[in-house]
């Protein structure tokens, strides 16, 4: 399901707004402080009971009010959802009139971000990029979802086990953490093997624009599974138990995983510019949301703050073309309109507001 309308009370800067989005781009542009990341997040908030900014859901009530209420609606289906959070209680989300979990939000209108803390994919821990992959397959597949919370409970009490000393005792874990974990590899590797092929293709209409895309198809993406992909996870477990009792912990495992970005093997955190690293951020978060409506009937909306920042006019100019093969919601914004007569949007699939205009 996907919004059609969201309506706001009291959120962020905003008394009360309704905006009706489009089901393919939406750009919201205006001045700093006028709205476009309130506006942004509300429906990230809409969308999993959650903001990109702060894990203080308080500050999103306006000032001198005691609540806000975000409305959204769904021409499709004719679901409506409401998010209501109060002063000191509890968020509390309703489709059609029935409370929801946040999981159920999530996997009812999926979305996923490219914010400031996206923009620097590479640059972030490990843990990041597999929250990043690991949120897009949990929301897509509840089979994936059941493996994760098999593979995280055993992995718990495999630590405690091996916090004191009990190596027999951790040893009872390892066919829970094979089984879940074998499964959990193979979807992240699916994931990632379908992903690179639709973020080459997106390169390659890179460089029909601008040679300078050539920067993004030199790229090696690989998976790094966690553990040693020749011996298999149960080998690596059993290879791995005198480390795994020194340090106390289960040095080996999808746990550990990570998704490795490098260009002529070298990292491409340590020599991707800021604005090349942004823009990879953002074509690989697209590849995936693609990839997830795809592969798994999702129709994730894509969230991008802030388009240009980072961004040359060239650079940007370069990712312009790529805005026509969105089919997913893709909702952005940017300081100013650089998109007048730049390029040949259908007008019914391109929407713009200018977010000083409106409240
Ligand atoms: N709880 C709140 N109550 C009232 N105003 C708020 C609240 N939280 C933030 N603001 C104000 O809302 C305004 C909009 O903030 P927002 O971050 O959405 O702006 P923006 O358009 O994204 O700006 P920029 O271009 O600088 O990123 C700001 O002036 C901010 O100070
Ligand atoms: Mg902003």
């Not at 409305?71 to 209501?84: C, Q, R, W």
């Given at each position: 399901m996907a919004f059609s309308r969201i309506e706001l009370r009291n959120f962020r800067c905003f008394d009360a707004l309704t905006i009706d989005i489009s089901s393919k781009s939406n750009l919201f542009f205006g001045k700093n402080g006028c709205g476009k990341t309130s506006i942004l997040e509300s429906i990230y908030v809409a969308s999993c009971g959650r903001s990109f900014r702060t894990s203080n859901l308080e500050s999103l009530i306006k000032k001198g009010s005691n609540s806000f209420k975000i409305?959204?609606?769904?021409?499709?289906?004719?679901?409506?959802?409401?998010?209501?959070k109060s002063k000191s209680k509890a968020i509390s989300i309703k489709i059609n009139n029935s409370l929801v979990t946040t999981s159920e939000l999530a996997r009812t209108f999926p979305s996923f971000s490219i914010d400031s803390k996206t923009f620097f994919y590479n640059d972030n821990a490990p843990d990041y990029r597999r929250k990043h992959l690991d949120r897009g397959l949990f929301i897509a597949s509840t089979d994936y979802a059941k493996d994760w919370f098999g593979y995280f409970r055993g992995l718990k009490q495999r630590n405690a086990?091996?916090?004191?000393?009990?190596?027999?005792?951790?040893?009872a874990y390892d066919e829970t953490l094979i089984n879940h974990g074998t499964k959990l590899n193979y979807l992240r590797e699916s994931l990632v093997l379908e992903v690179k092929k639709i973020y080459f293709d997106f390169v390659k209409i890179l460089e029909q624009h601008n040679s300078r895309a050539q920067l993004f198809s030199e790229i090696d993406i690989h998976l790094k599974s966690g553990f040693n992909d020749e011996l298999g996870l149960k080998e690596s477990f059993i290879k791995s138990e005198s480390a795994d009792l020194k340090r106390k912990s289960t040095t080996l495992g999808p746990h550990k995983a990570d998704i490795i970005f490098e260009s002529k093997d070298l990292l491409i955190k340590d020599i991707f510019s800021r604005g090349e690293q942004k823009m990879l951020s953002i074509l690989w978060s697209l590849s995936q949301n693609i990839y997830l409506e795809k592969f798994f009937k999702l129709s994730p909306i894509l969230l991008l703050d802030d388009l240009s920042s980072e961004l040359d006019a060239e650079m940007l100019n370069c990712f312009l073309p790529i805005i026509k093969y969105i089919d997913n919601r893709f909702i952005f914004s940017n300081i100013v309109d650089s998109f007048n007569s730049k390029i040949d949007l259908n007008e019914q699939s391109f929407k713009k507001f200018h977010v000083e205009q409106l409240t």
């Open positions: 409305k959204a609606y769904d021409d499709n289906t004719g679901s409506i959802l409401e998010v209501k086990a091996l916090k004191i000393g009990d190596i027999s005792q951790a040893r």
